[in-house]
């Protein structure tokens, strides 16, 4: 039984929190921190969000430690594993400041607003002797697991064009509107794009050189993004992500991908499984799992703490590399140039 601290109970943090329910024979949240006195005792009905448990309720949380304080809830004995689910500034100290305590640590992505908070966390866990994986949760996400695979095993041929989508309302639903100042969140950018940054990663690697285009907001934040990388010149990718659209938006998040044989269509929006397209005509949607990539992940990472084993699937050093090349592509709209990627 793995003993779980969890700091940080807004959207993501109770959705989370939700995980861990459904894994009552592997873990137990024994501590939950929030500067919110509401939030730490458990009342989520003002929390909202766009994907999974999008509004929260008021739940009972038992004998469970509450903590205003971070480091208290670290400094807890009692806490083997430290769940980070807070605004994006805050990663990187609270990520340090566990692993050195000797916790295991579970973060929420975007790794860190920086190419060198992202080297300071990964300088950290290399002396740690803790497990560390950074919560990127659509690579586990069952769509985008069954992609990987028939790209990778090529049941359909070669693939031939991949578009990947992450579209959205501007987020309305983060306490004081921190997810909106780029000082803290990243922007889309990181705080959304970052998604797709890192699926394209784990699907391909890191591409030879990117283009992308993209606008700042009055504060500078960059809420919308399109991007082409380069990989050969027979494989078009191309990815897009924004929260710049009105309220009745909504979310959306998708792919469309052209192989020899077949192409594959997932769209959220359209409310449609994902479906396989033939040539003759038909159409073919697979089974997925019933468990999100939420409860994948969490799932993931405690298998990785109870077999000693790092991970494997979501690496720190290529959480690392997603926040490079979003900052990348940022770098690329700003000069109008292709950025070359090491």
Not at 124 to 148: E, G, T
Not at 287 to 311: A, R, S, T, V, W
Request: charged share 25%.
């Amino acid at each position: 039984m793995i003993r779980v601290g969890l700091i940080g109970a807004g959207f993501i943090g109770r959705n989370h929190f939700n995980q861990y329910e459904q894994m009552t024979d592997r873990s137990k949240v024994v501590a939950l921190c929030d500067k919110e006195p509401n939030r730490r005792a458990g009342d989520w009905t003002d929390v909202g969000g766009n994907v999974g448990d999008m509004q929260g309720t008021k739940r009972d949380l038992g004998d469970i430690k509450q903590y205003a304080d971070w480091h208290d809830l670290i400094a807890d004995p009692e806490v083997e594993m430290v769940d980070i689910c807070v605004p994006t500034y805050l990663h990187a100290e609270m990520s340090i400041a566990a692993l050195k305590a000797g916790k295991h640590v579970l973060c929420e992505k975007p790794m860190a607003l920086s190419v060198e908070q992202c080297d300071k966390m990964l300088a950290a866990a290399a002396k740690s002797k803790q497990k560390f994986m950074i919560a990127q949760c659509i690579r586990f996400w069952p769509m985008c697991v069954w992609l990987k695979e028939v790209i990778d095993d090529k049941r359909f041929g070669t693939l031939r064009a991949l578009q990947l989508r992450r579209q959205a309302s501007t987020p309305d639903y983060s306490l004081n509107n921190w997810i909106l100042d780029p000082e803290l969140s990243g922007g889309a950018i990181l705080d959304l794009h970052v998604h797709d940054t890192d699926w394209t990663i784990h699907m391909f690697g890191k591409p030879k050189s990117i283009t992308a285009q993209a606008y700042p907001q009055p504060n500078g934040a960059f809420d919308r993004v399109h991007a082409l990388w380069h990989y050969r010149n027979d494989l078009v990718v191309q990815i897009e992500g924004f929260w710049d659209m009105p309220p009745g938006f909504g979310f959306n998040m998708g792919f469309t991908a052209r192989f020899d044989q077949a192409s594959v269509v997932f769209d959220l929006n359209s409310g449609k499984p994902l479906t396989i397209l033939k040539p003759d005509g038909k159409d073919e949607t697979p089974q997925m799992p019933e468990k999100d990539g939420y409860y994948k992940e969490i799932e993931y990472f405690l298998g990785c703490i109870q077999k000693n084993e790092d991970p494997k699937i979501s690496t720190p050093a290529e959480s690392r590399d997603a926040v490079a090349i979003a900052l990348a592509e940022k770098e690329s709209a700003q000069t109008g140039k292709p950025v070359t990627i090491a």
